[in-house]
Structures are given as C-alpha cells and as structure tokens.
C-alpha cells in the first residue's frame, strides 16, 4: 500500500543510529547513507535526493543537545521536518478562489484524468458547492461519454456539445453556462494525450485563454515516480499550472512522486486519489504525508504534543500507574479529556493505527467516544477503577448496558477499546522515556 516499501526501508535506516549522546558526521554517516538509498529506491530524482540529504545533515549537525532527547528521535524528527518542506510546508493546498471556480484538468491518457475530474466533483459537492463538468475530448466520443456516466454516479450535470464543436467553443460555453446559472464550480475535462504532444498543448493554452482558469490541474499517475515530476515541470513550462493531482497513490509503495512533484516543479500537489472509487479524492496534506512516511512521525508528533499538554509530573505518575498495570477507566476517560485539550479528536490521527483516518471516520470515532463516556459514567466507582470486575461478570456488563440505554454489544465494544488504549498508552509512555533520556530504553 501506500509508501510500505518507503516507511520499511527509511525505519530501518534510523534503527541503524547508534545510541550515542550526540549526532555526529562520524554517527550519522551509515544512517544517511540508508536514508538516501531509501529515497533512491523511492524513485526520487538524485538532485533532489542530493539536497534533502545535505539538508538533513545541516541541520542535524548545528542541533544543539536537547535535554532528554535521544539522537534517534532528533534524527527521525529532522527528517519528518525536511520530508515536509520537501512537499511543500505551508499545509493544505486549497483551490484558488473564484466566482465561478474554473477548474482545467489535463493530463496523459490513461492516468486517471477523467475518475479524478468526477472524484473532484464528488468532493466539492460534499462541501455543498454546485458543480457543472464540461466534456471537451472530441478526439475520442468514448470520453465524453465517460465523463456523462461518471456525471451521473455522482450526480453532477455534464456539459457537452458532441464532437462537432471546437474544444476551446465548448470550454467558453460550458463556462458562460455556469456563469449565467450561479454555479460554483466549473471543472473542464480536456483530451487525453499519449505523450507530451504539441498540438494539444496549444489546445490547452487557447483554452486557458478562453475561459481563464482559476486553477489548472495536472493530473499524474503516482506509480511513474520521478516520471510524473517532471511531466509536472513540463506542463508548467508551457501551459502554467496551478498545482497536481496525483492519483493511483493507493497502489504506490514507493512515494517517489509525492516527494518529488513539489521540488522538481516548484507547484504543488493538490489532491491525491487513492481508489477507484468516487470517493477515492483526499487533499494533499504534507505533514500527514510525512506522518504516513515515517509512522514514527505520528509518535513523534504526540511527544511533542503531549509534552506541551502534560506537566512533567502528571507524566511521572501516570507512567507509575501503566507500569503498576493500574490503568482504568478514570485514565481512559482522562485521557479522552486530555486529548481533548490537545486539539481535540485531530490527535488521534498521530496515534499509531490511526494515521490513515478521514474527517468522516473521525465523525463516527467522536460519537463513539460520546457511547463510552455515557457508558462509563453508568459504572460504580468500584467498576471503574477495578476494569478486571467488568471483563469477568456478564450481569455488570448487562447492568452498565441498561443504566446507559446501550446494548451489550456496545459495552463489549467499549471494553475492546479500553483494552487496545491501555495498549497504546504504555507504548506511549515508553517512547516518552525514550524521550526523557533513556537512551537503552529501546
Ligand atoms: P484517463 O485516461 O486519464 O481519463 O484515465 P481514467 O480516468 O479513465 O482512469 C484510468 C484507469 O485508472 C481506470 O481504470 C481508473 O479506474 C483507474 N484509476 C483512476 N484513478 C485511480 C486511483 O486513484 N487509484 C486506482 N487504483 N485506480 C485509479
């Protein structure tokens, strides 16, 4: 799946950083050379492996002894950081404003052009935008005809005029139609091309002068690798691009595109598709990106979180308690409590095994969380500090059931999670002594 082959090479080139105090030239040696092969393997470009990897040894080198701090996780968070900057830092690339929006995507044949123009209609119209697509591939009926389908799965209107009519014609009705009618969003797919073709540039170009763009999109297969960065880089030499798409990702281990579209381009990645689906159309988010790189990073990133959320001695004690194995629902409500002040459910994601969740399954997460707490509170102080009471006797299970006005199955659930959180929370803990300077506590 996505980066696996990229994440297992990269994680075994930090585990080969000796734990010594500091990070030295002689220390960071055999790790930076693993992280550049990584890269390498990843199908990232030399020159940009090149940089990255000065970069990387920069600003390792100048860091300065963070108290506690083992030079693994400095190591691995310079490297989370530079994988950021690399794809580009600033965060979310949302679509440029415009009344109406007008979206032109481009892109080769068989890259997942026309999926990705339903994809993005899909998800503009979930944030309550009105959509027209306009098909102008009249080199090939079986396009339009594409597009009209994919319309109707995902109920937006089609504009399309046969293939009678210029492309650059259709473009500026389509547009004047959407104008006229209010709509919101205009996204113009235009005709696939087997290779970079010049003809068809200059098509893209008139049309672009037509209709005025607010965003033009080129839309790149991920499994091409440093392939796709530098079609982005040709396509914004001569037709000007607002950013990419970046689509089969789900299929691409290596991540060599994502991390190169942004240096090799300078434009950025907006969207990445990750399915066949219609719903298979996610913003591009750098530092979720890295998160999902690394999988380290999501620990990393809740140290550091929680070590601003946390005083240092509420640490000490609930690590007494994981390691007395005296966790219980008061911690497990805390713990809700307290993420709550850490950003709310969004930390989640950086918990391990939650990476990878969207806004909707976080929406079904915060209701669940809502069933257990409800489920909790129907517990005697007993049953709460005492989890074994509970795991052991159906009838309190039945009891906390019905004071809560939930099922037995819900309350079984809640175990289950309570169980995997104490599992969590321990391997956090561990990573926070990691942090607090036990250098041999790997
Ligand atoms: P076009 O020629 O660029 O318009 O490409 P299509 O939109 O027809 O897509 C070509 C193929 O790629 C189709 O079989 C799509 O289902 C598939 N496809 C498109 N996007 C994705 C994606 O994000 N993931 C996967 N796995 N397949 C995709």
Not at 234 to 261: C, E, H, P, W, Y
């Amino acid at each position: 799946a996505m980066f696996d082959t990229l994440s297992a090479s990269l994680s075994s080139a930090f585990k080969s950083l000796n734990a010594d105090a500091k990070l030295t030239a002689e220390n960071m040696k055999g790790p930076l050379r693993d992280v550049r092969r990584a890269l390498l393997e990843a199908d990232v470009s030399l020159p940009v492996v090149r940089r990255f990897i000065k970069k990387v040894e920069e600003r390792a080198l100048g860091l300065e002894v963070l108290e506690g701090v083992t030079p693994q996780v400095q190591f691995v968070k310079i490297v989370s950081d530079e994988l950021v900057q690399l794809m580009g830092a600033e965060g979310s690339k949302d679509l440029n404003p415009g009344q109406p929006q007008v979206i032109l995507m481009a892109g080769l044949q068989g890259v997942g052009k026309t999926t990705a123009c339903g994809k993005l209609a899909a998800f503009l119209k979930k944030r309550r935008k009105s959509v027209l697509m306009v098909a102008t591939d009249v080199y090939r009926p079986a396009a339009i005809d594409q597009l009209v389908k994919l319309g109707s799965k995902v109920d937006v209107p089609v504009f399309e005029l046969g293939t009678a009519v210029s492309p650059v014609e259709i473009a500026r009705q389509g547009v004047a139609k959407a104008k006229a009618e209010g709509i919101d969003v205009v996204i113009v797919d235009t005709a696939g091309r087997l290779q970079v073709d010049e003809n068809l540039m200059a098509e893209l170009q008139n049309i672009k002068a037509a209709v005025h763009p607010t965003d033009t999109l080129l839309v790149v297969d991920a499994m091409t690798g440093q392939e796709a960065a530098s079609l982005v880089k040709t396509f914004n030499d001569q037709v000007d691009l607002s950013g990419a798409i970046l689509t089969k990702m789900d299929g691409d281990s290596r991540g060599g595109a994502a991390l190169s579209v942004r240096e090799v381009s300078g434009k950025p990645i907006k969207f990445v598709g990750t399915g066949e689906k219609m719903d298979a159309l996610e913003p591009f988010y750098p530092e979720r990106m890295a998160q999902r790189i690394l999988g380290m990073g999501d620990m990393l990133t809740l140290y550091e979180k929680a070590q601003e959320a946390i005083k240092e001695d509420e640490v000490a004690a609930f690590q007494k308690r994981l390691e007395a194995d005296a966790f219980d629902f008061n911690d497990f409500l805390d713990q809700f409590k307290r993420m709550n002040n850490m950003g709310g459910l969004q930390m989640l994601k950086l918990m391990p095994g939650f990476s990878g969740v969207s806004e909707k399954q976080l929406y079904e997460v915060e209701k669940k969380l809502k069933r257990y707490e409800g489920m909790i509170t129907s517990m005697t102080e007993e049953e709460r500090a005492n989890p074994q009471l509970l795991i052991s006797s159906p009838s309190r299970r039945r009891r906390v059931a019905e004071g809560s006005g939930r099922s037995e199955q819900d309350v079984a659930e809640l175990m289950g999670a309570f169980t995997q959180m104490k599992a969590q929370t321990s391997q956090m803990s561990k990573i926070m002594k990691l942090g607090q300077g036990g250098a041999d506590a790997e």
